[in-house]
């Protein structure tokens, strides 16, 4: 299957704000929020010294024996939102994978589109003139590297780095697992004071071409239009969003509670909404991404990997688990995931028992979503 | 001043175990047990494939432009005992640096002589056939990397390297601080299970000549030989140990309290000693080395730099902070540090208030030390 939507073949200014709300949404309320990332590309978009759009690639128009690396920031989205980049950090990493292993990078494609790192890799592919597959890596937000489709499909974990706003380069070669890589990088991002840039691994265009998720540059972008053209018009936003992504509306209600935590450097926790006269409640939990929605009777309506995407109920407007407080009023959607998320060897990693659930894969109906 | 001591040109099998006593004593308390870098020495200097002995090279001798890099092991000694290497884990990142730099290594120098990394740099040189510079960048054993002479005196964090046993290596490049590279590489050895192999950083033979501890190797293998000699002989072992570093015999008596316990990482604590009819106390406060000696009066004997090291009162065999108990029988050495360590910036990073004493350095007299 696919979505019917429009294959861009370049962002440019107009696209921003649409992709940064679609972003948001795809984000299933983690990912780090988008604006940082969207005001620098737009400020890079504007400089003459940069080009004035991004080419996107479709993954399978790459060269197969094109150079791709996945180029972005890591770190915990609450620290981004004060420690703000200083810019050069992501475009580091790339140079540094490049000076390190000697192979030139041909395109960077997002490791995940939902959140901050549908516009890191955009920055990046501004400053190095590069251009961006037009795909990713989870067609979503996880908290972890290991969770991307190029390591669960067998990437080796060839060269990565990490670099900071001062310059120190790190750099990890030949590691022996993705999770492994992850505990490395994540150590050193914590050092490098909670945000790191990152480029990693280095992959061949037809691995891309048979993993990455595709089109979800568009696919952000399109959600992000609709959205906008929507509530330009009569259409109930959240109800034209739904429609372009498929799956299911679960719910509609107010916060009625919110519990947080912080642990290991994620934000566990979870949220409780209240239909408005009170009949029916969902609670959903999250770490980082909102991961399980059960109703009052105990039921589980959806599961990692589909995806659990709170909008405000007017505007369809992205709401982050730290944006999370009493009375917000809020819609549910409940979106299936891209195949690729949910084959056996998928959900080893990023299943509900990955994230220390008793909890079986539930799958939503896919039979209205392009994924 | 210089030490009057045979200048080996030459490690061979017959220095291992004198070589393992010195170090252990200069470890001042901590730097890891010697013992398992002799075995695994032993074996590649009986091994064929291996050089007969390790070449020693002096500080001065050194081509002003040859490349010098210090190799060697990281992470908790009482790690490292029950974690054993897996053998080539130190001799990787002396590769992993070259292959980064495009620079090769002419020669390796020990980073601390205290302790076990005396015997893990004469392996990789045996491993790498490569000569080792005489000489060392603490002339005892500190806790972390930035308190090397290397580092103190201005060498750029250019290129270094951790590896661990399955073979995964983080390479770290222009960080902008020492303290900084000890913070990463420490918090990469500790996913690495607690123990790591380093190399770091690249330096040139005319930078080593002027700010190494020079003649270190020599000199903890001939400690070790005089010791080794007058437990066989009349001499009492201690004082033949102490004739040859200079310093003072502060104290003989028994343990009669330890207080420890881990933070950071470090093995941190207190012991204190009595004399054998109860006349007077010591007591001696340790960050993994011993670092202040009290009085009972409350009067502060020695500090650090100066080293303070323990021994067995009859055979002057090194006692480790993590090897104390009631009732040892010990001697307690004093010994003037190498005047690279007593310079103000040296003690900006090695005195007592850098270890969070509200003290000041308090040299112990240095007319009969070789230092």
Redesign the interface.
């Known amino acids: 299957m696919t979505f019917d939507i429009p294959r861009l073949t370049e962002i440019t200014l107009d696209d921003l704000e649409p992709l940064g709300t679609g972003a948001g949404i795809l984000g299933t309320g983690g990912g780090g929020n988008p604006r940082i990332g969207r005001l620098r590309l737009q400020t890079l978009l504007e400089d003459d010294r940069y080009p004035d759009a991004i080419e996107l690639i479709s993954p399978h128009d790459l060269s197969h024996d094109a150079t791709v690396a996945s180029v972005g920031g890591m770190g915990a989205p609450t620290i981004s939102v004060e420690k703000l980049p200083k810019g050069d950090e992501d475009y580091n990493s790339l140079r ?1 994978i490049e000076a ?1 292993s000697g192979e030139d990078v041909d395109a960077i494609i997002p490791g995940e589109i939902g959140g901050a790192n549908s516009m890191a890799p955009l920055c990046v592919a501004a400053m190095a003139d590069l251009p961006v597959v037009d795909g990713d890596g989870m067609g979503r937000a996880f908290p972890e590297l290991q969770m991307d489709t190029f390591f669960i499909y067998g990437s080796p974990v060839n060269y990565a780095a990490t670099t900071d706003e ?11 697992s993705a999770k ?1 890589l992850e ?2 990088a994540r ?2 991002t ?2 490098m004071g909670g945000r790191s840039g990152y480029a990693f691994p280095l992959m061949t265009g037809a691995f891309v071409a048979e993993y990455a998720i595709p089109h979800t540059v568009s696919l952000a972008t399109e959600l992000g239009h609709v959205i906008e053209r929507a509530r330009n018009g009569t259409v109930d936003p959240v109800v034209a969003g739904r429609e372009l992504l498929g799956g299911t509306e679960l719910f509609t209600g107010k916060v009625i509670d919110v519990h947080r935590r912080n642990r290991d450097g994620f934000a566990m926790g979870s949220v409780t909404l209240a239909e408005l006269d009170g009949s029916s409640k969902l609670e959903i939990e999250f770490q980082n991404e909102f991961l399980i929605a059960q109703n009052d009777a105990g039921e589980t309506l959806t599961t990692v990997p589909d995806l659990i995407c709170l909008v405000d109920q007017d505007t369809a407007a992205p709401v982050m688990t730290d944006a999370l407080r009493y009375g917000q009023r809020v819609r549910v959607l409940g979106v299936p995931a891209p195949e690729l998320l949910t084959t056996p060897e998928a959900l080893d990693v990023i299943g509900p028992e990955s994230f220390g659930y008793d909890l079986s894969y539930k799958p939503l109906d896919r039979s209205n979503t392009g994924w």
């Open positions: 540094a390190f001062r310059g120190n380069q790190v750099v990890y070669k030949d590691i022996d492994r505990d490395f150590a050193i914590v050092e």
